[in-house]
């Protein structure tokens, strides 16, 4: 039988690093080899891809690359290029007026300052169009080997769920994690949230029955255990609602559905 523990140290900084210290050791025993998901050849390629993927998913990403970097291998490529046509190649990433603006003025930047190669520290990244935290920190960590914290939507949401942080801004979630996970696991860790987050703790409707964390994890929007619901996103797609789901007097299928669970 678990031990009770009072309500007040829950949220102690030692109980929270041991919550972290089980949720590390779950993960990494789940994945156990983790990289990004991103196709690069170099730092430069990597940095490039990161850019594209905001708000766009890896695998798009990648469906794009290859073709970009073949017109355009190198930073002098994207700054000559017409803008008009990265834009041509990168719009399938979405958001791509802004993407290829800042694609262009980043390798401007990087060959201004940095003799077209890929700066290996934090300060240096952010200082460049387009890069923020999250970007240098990809890039950091997977290209130079330099351990960092990358909070995207994944690791946000899981390590709120989770109880490894209070807090909504990017920044401070960073530095919660880095209080308590070891450094040298930094990017791996980041990595293997993201990984947990597509496959378990997804954003709608988290897969909690199945979950190894499920006992440690304090989210009260945790999805029964008895939940046959079919994910609000299938519903969505339906034309039409099977007759038996929807409630006397009509109703939405989605609020309809809630009800027969
Ligand atoms: S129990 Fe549910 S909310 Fe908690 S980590 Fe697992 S999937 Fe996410």
Same mark, same amino acid.
């Given at each position: 039988?678990?031990?009770?523990?009072?309500? &007040?140290?829950?949220?102690?900084?030692?109980?929270?690093?041991?919550?972290?210290?089980?949720?590390?050791?779950?993960?990494?025993?789940?994945?156990?080899?983790?990289?990004?998901?991103?196709?690069?050849?170099?730092?430069?390629?990597?940095?490039?891809? $990161?850019?594209?993927?905001?708000?766009?998913?890896?695998?798009?990403?990648?469906?794009?690359?290859?073709?970009?970097?073949?017109?355009?291998?190198?930073?002098?490529?994207?700054?000559?290029?017409?803008?008009?046509?990265?834009?041509?190649?990168?719009?399938?990433?979405?958001?791509?007026?802004?993407?290829? &603006?800042?694609?262009?003025? =980043? =390798?401007?930047?990087?060959?201004?300052?940095?003799?077209?190669?890929?700066?290996? $520290?934090?300060?240096?990244?952010? /200082?460049?169009?387009?890069?923020? /935290?999250?970007?240098?920190?990809?890039?950091?960590?997977?290209?130079?080997?330099?351990?960092?914290?990358?909070?995207?939507?994944?690791?946000?949401?899981?390590?709120?769920?989770?109880?490894?942080?209070?807090?909504?801004?990017?920044?401070?979630?960073?530095?919660?994690?880095?209080?308590?996970?070891? /450094?040298?696991?930094?990017?791996?860790?980041?990595?293997?949230?993201?990984?947990?987050?597509?496959?378990?703790? +997804?954003?709608?409707?988290?897969?909690?029955?199945? =979950?190894?964390?499920?006992?440690? =994890?304090?989210?009260?929007?945790? +999805?029964?255990?008895?939940?046959?619901?079919?994910?609000?996103?299938?519903?969505?797609?339906? /034309?039409?609602?099977?007759?038996? +789901?929807?409630?006397?007097?009509?109703?939405?299928?989605?609020?309809? +559905? &809630?009800?027969?669970?």
């Amino acid at each position: 039988m678990q031990a009770v523990v009072p309500l &007040r140290s829950r949220s102690s900084p030692a109980f929270v690093r041991r919550r972290a210290d089980r949720v590390r050791a779950v993960l990494r025993a789940r994945y156990p080899e983790v990289r990004p998901q991103l196709l690069h050849r170099s730092p430069f390629e990597l940095l490039i891809a $990161t850019i594209l993927s905001a708000q766009c998913t890896d695998r798009q990403v990648n469906r794009v690359t290859p073709a970009l970097f073949r017109e355009l291998p190198g930073p002098r490529d994207f700054a000559s290029a017409p803008l008009s046509r990265i834009e041509a190649l990168v719009r399938s990433t979405g958001f791509y007026r802004n993407k290829a &603006r800042n694609l262009k003025a =980043c =390798c401007r930047a990087l060959l201004a300052g940095h003799g077209g190669e890929v700066p290996r $520290t934090l300060e240096e990244l952010v /200082r460049l169009p387009g890069v923020g /935290r999250k970007t240098a920190n990809v890039v950091l960590g997977a290209a130079f080997g330099v351990p960092g914290i990358v909070v995207d939507t994944h690791v946000a949401r899981i390590s709120r769920r989770l109880g490894l942080t209070v807090h909504r801004d990017p920044r401070r979630i960073e530095q919660d994690l880095m209080a308590i996970v070891p /450094r040298r696991e930094w990017s791996a860790f980041s990595l293997r949230l993201v990984f947990f987050g597509r496959e378990t703790c +997804t954003a709608r409707r988290p897969r909690c029955p199945e =979950c190894p964390l499920g006992s440690i =994890c304090p989210y009260v929007g945790k +999805t029964p255990a008895d939940s046959a619901l079919p994910a609000p996103q299938a519903l969505r797609g339906r /034309r039409k609602a099977p007759a038996t +789901t929807l409630p006397r007097g009509g109703g939405s299928v989605r609020g309809a +559905t &809630r009800r027969t669970g």
